[in-house]
Structures are given as structure tokens and as C-alpha cells.
């Protein structure tokens, strides 16, 4: 096999292993799963803040419910007994009135707040409903993303390896000035070798002049002289 052959099957290798050492370097980064874990830990702060309130909103509720039974209670009573004719004497009959007023104002007063405490009860269980559904999402998603990024390197790490070592055995056959001149070009350079299309260089796009073509045609190496990639004829 010719060097420029062997050279081209060698940027082969090396593009994929680059691919690799990207991807295995995401999936060590981690940093999709540490974003999803940091929106876990926001949510759950949430979460954990509105079901104390929550709490709260359900004992301040109960507790107002109950104060106005109370009221309600003392209310009809003391309306029982005003009209029952059991009391004649005037002052207490206007006193027994303006404590029924009192009470009635106290009863629409907490009423008031009983209808804001369960309005804010309803927004607070519909808040931690939907923040328990996020959470639940957040879950599945690290989890399906942790098993596909563990999949993922272990996959990427058995080809890694495996082009490794297919490329140490590929370069014990290229010329070491071949090999130099290679890794000097792909320095500076994306891609070290292109090929050449309908006259052109596949790097800059350029013509090739006839000189360079004739030289290709007896197996010389060129270098491209507008980008200076390494040219490979078409086969």
C-alpha cells in the first residue's frame, strides 16, 4: 500500500478518535446531569417551602372553622334566650343585642378570612402539585440520561481503545518524515489531508495547478499550495 494511502487511512482514525475524546469528555463533564440536578434541588426547595405553608394554610383553616362554630353556636344561643322572653330587664336585653351585633360582625369577619385562607390553600396545593409532577420529571430524565451517558462511556471507551491501538500498529508503517510532515500540517489545520475534486482542492477550493497533478500521478506527496493540506488523489 502506497504511504499517502496509508497516510489517509491514518486521518481516518484520527477524526473518529477526536469524536471520541469529545463525546467521552461529556460524559465526564456531566454537565446536562449536573444542570438536571441542580433544577431537582431548586424545585424541591420550592416544593419544601409550599408544603410548610401548606401545612400551615390547613391548621390556620381548621383553626378559623372552628372559631366561627363557636360564634356561631354562642350566637344562636344568646338570640334563643333574647327572644325567649326569659329576660325583661331592659339594660340586659340591650346589652344581650349588642353582643349578638358584635358576635354577627365577628362571624362575617372570619368568615372573610376562612374564604382567603382556602384560596390560598387551593393555590398552595395546586403548587405543590405541579412542583411534585417536576420533580418526577427531573428524576426520570437524570436517570435515563445517567444510564445512557454510563452505556455511552463504555461504549466510546472500548472503541477508543480499540482505534488506539489500530493506530499505533498503522504508524509503525509510515515513513517517520511522512508522519511528520503529517502531524505538522494537521497542527495548524482541521483536517491535514483532502482530497482533490475536479481539479480542486476539497480544502480551500482552490485549483490545483498542473504541475502538482503531474507530480501526484508519480506518487510524490503535495501539499496544497493556497491552504497547505496534504493533497490525496481520488481514486
Known amino acids: 500500500m502506497r504511504q499517502i494511502d496509508l497516510l489517509w487511512e491514518l486521518q481516518g482514525l484520527d477524526t473518529r478518535i477526536g469524536e471520541l475524546e469529545k463525546e467521552l469528555a461529556v460524559y465526564t463533564n456531566k454537565k446536562k446531569l449536573r444542570e438536571i440536578k441542580s433544577k431537582f434541588d431548586r424545585e424541591k426547595a420550592l416544593l419544601q417551602r409550599d408544603e410548610a405553608a401548606l401545612k400551615e394554610a390547613i391548621r390556620s383553616t381548621k383553626s ?3 372559631k366561627v362554630e363557636e360564634l356561631k353556636y354562642n350566637f344562636e344561643k344568646t338570640e334563643q334566650k333574647l327572644y325567649s322572653g326569659e329576660v325583661s330587664n331592659m339594660k340586659q336585653l340591650e346589652g344581650m343585642q349588642k353582643n349578638l ?8 369577619t372570619l368568615e372573610s378570612v376562612y374564604g382567603g385562607y382556602k384560596a390560598e390553600r387551593a393555590r398552595l396545593e395546586e403548587r ?13 430524565s437524570f436517570d435515563e440520561l445517567k ?3 454510563s452505556e455511552g462511556e463504555i461504549r466510546a471507551s472500548v ?7 489500530q493506530r499505533q500498529e498503522l504508524v509503525k508503517k509510515i ?9 505538522r500540517v494537521r497542527h495548524g489545520v482541521d483536517t ?13 477550493h482552490m485549483e490545483v ?13 503535495v501539499n496544497c499550495e493556497t491552504c497547505g493540506r496534504i493533497l490525496y488523489p481520488k481514486k
Open 64 to 66: 378559623n372553622r372552628v
Open 101 to 108: 351585633e358584635e358576635t354577627q360582625r365577628s362571624i362575617e
Open 147 to 149: 444510564e445512557k451517558y
Open 209 to 221: 495547478s498542473v504541475v502538482y497533478s503531474e507530480k501526484l500521478k508519480e506518487d510524490v506527496m
Open 159 to 165: 472503541e477508543y481503545d480499540d482505534l488506539q491501538k
Open 128 to 140: 405543590v402539585r405541579k412542583s411534585r409532577a417536576k420533580l418526577r420529571k427531573y428524576k426520570n
Open 175 to 183: 515513513d517517520k518524515r511522512i508522519l511528520d510532515r503529517y502531524n
Open 192 to 204: 491535514a489531508m483532502v482530497m482533490i475534486e475536479n481539479g480542486k482542492c476539497n480544502g480551500c
